[in-house]
């Protein structure tokens, strides 16, 4: 009887276990039996590991194999345990030397032909495992410039498993095989400058655009095709300030998970777009897939913007599972093989007609819909989705003189001013924006004078605005004064941010 031991780690959601990698070799008909929750995926390691360790030129142990990822009654999934496999059961056949495999973090993919392949998620499972007290961790070559990006981690990169297998003292010869990489695409990266000058005229929908991106609010825009909805959405992002250490490490963790992470480039910087079609499933948008669910676009747009144009096109699934994130930040998606939780914290834009034709404007007079057909089309976008969107603005064609106005680096400094002040009024709290903050904690700050909200009260009473819509309006308030410099919203600054949230109806 023998017996190697090492080290991997199980994802769950971004959630990350530091999983021990036993292999026990008994003198039996041979057999391999892998056990301790694992997947399909996982179950199938047995056949890529055998296969992979033959073409390496390793001799394989007949014996009786059984490999256990202990804890056993943690659900474990993905092709990232091969390595530890392999190496626990090398160990465990004395081929390697198990004393220096013991306290050794392995992930990685092998392929048939003993080549080292990455696996998703790295980023997550080097942190975890470096926070349990493991700093030593083997990864893929494709996977190393990721790993590294952990701080405290001592990381090394292999080829094979032939190369790994020598490094821990196996007798072998390291073949020279072709790099594997990792395939991922950045979707965060714009390929060329968009510039908010690009937008002629629309000066009141660049203004929502402005306090949207100062406060973290949501938006949506109603307008006829052709009047800069989706050119406005797209320059977003290029108003937000950049990700602070923290939001960086979420992010980069969550695309490394989704697997459209590319650590060439290092941690992400910038706040994602994500623009999904209106043909997209729930389970596109918010995430899901079988056994354990994989991250959605909306956790994909944490700390950035989820676009939905067209967004009455949407599935009423898609649209109301987005009520959660908007709510609570976060989507928790569970399944029988377990649940998972992504960070979800983003700004969400919608895009809309104002009728299926997309003519009615002004008067309607070009437009061919029926009144119950507009109704029935506006009416896909809920009341209590639309009652947590903070601010609505409605487009027209722009005049063929309208005149540019300000570039994105001009606008992107006075937000970064209108941030700057929220940092420094919510210093010790666990919120970021105005538009995070609790209406309670924003209506102690505004003192006890009823006349500054004395226009919510009214739109209350008339029933044009819900509690909740007073709290949002409250927080649009404060980042009107915020861009204006002042240390707090007055009535003016309700009234505008009433005026915005209702596109000017019903305040």
Sequence with gaps: MALGRTLAVALVGLSAHVVEVEAHLAASLPAFTLVGLPDAALAEARDRVRAAVSSSGLAWPNRRITVNLSPATLPKSGSGFDLAVAVATLAGAGIVDPARVRDVVHLGELGLDGRLRPVRGVLPAVAAAVAAGHHRVLVPDANLAEASLVPGADVT??????????????????????????????????????????????????????????????LLMVGPPGTGKTM??????GLLPDLDEQGSVEVTSVHSVAGTFDAGRGLVRRPPFEDPHHTATPASVVGGGS??????????????????DEA????????????????????????????????????LVLAANPCPCGRAVGKGLDCTCRSEQRRRYFSRLSGPLLDRVDLQVELHPARAAAQPGDPTTVVAAR?????GAQAARLHGTPWRTNAEVPGGWLRERLGADRRVVADLDRAVERGTLSLRGVDRVLRVAWTLADLDGRPAPDRS?????LLLRTRGHGA
């Design 157 to 218: 990169g292999a080829a094979s498993l032939a190369a790994v297998a020598a490094r821990y003292g196996a007798d072998v010869e390291v073949p020279d095989l072709p790099a594997v990489t990792t395939g991922a695409v950045d979707p965060h990266v714009v390929a060329e400058p968009r510039d908010l000058a690009d937008v002629l005229g629309q000066d009141e929908a660049r203004h929502c655009l402005e306090v949207a991106a100062a406060g973290g609010h949501h």
């Design 415 to 419: 937000v970064a001013a209108a941030r």
């Design 312 to 347: 009455p096109e949407f599935a009423t699934s898609v649209l109301q599972t987005l009520r959660q994130p908007l709510e609570h930040g976060e989507v928790v998606l569970h399944r029988a093989a377990g649940s998972a939780r992504y960070p979800a914290r983003f700004q």
């Design 232 to 237: 406005l959405a797209a320059r977003l992002p």
């Design 493 to 497: 600054d309700v009234g505008r941010a």
């Design 291 to 308: 056994g354990v669910p994989r991250p959605g676009a909306a956790s994909r747009a944490h700390r950035g913007v989820l676009f939905l």
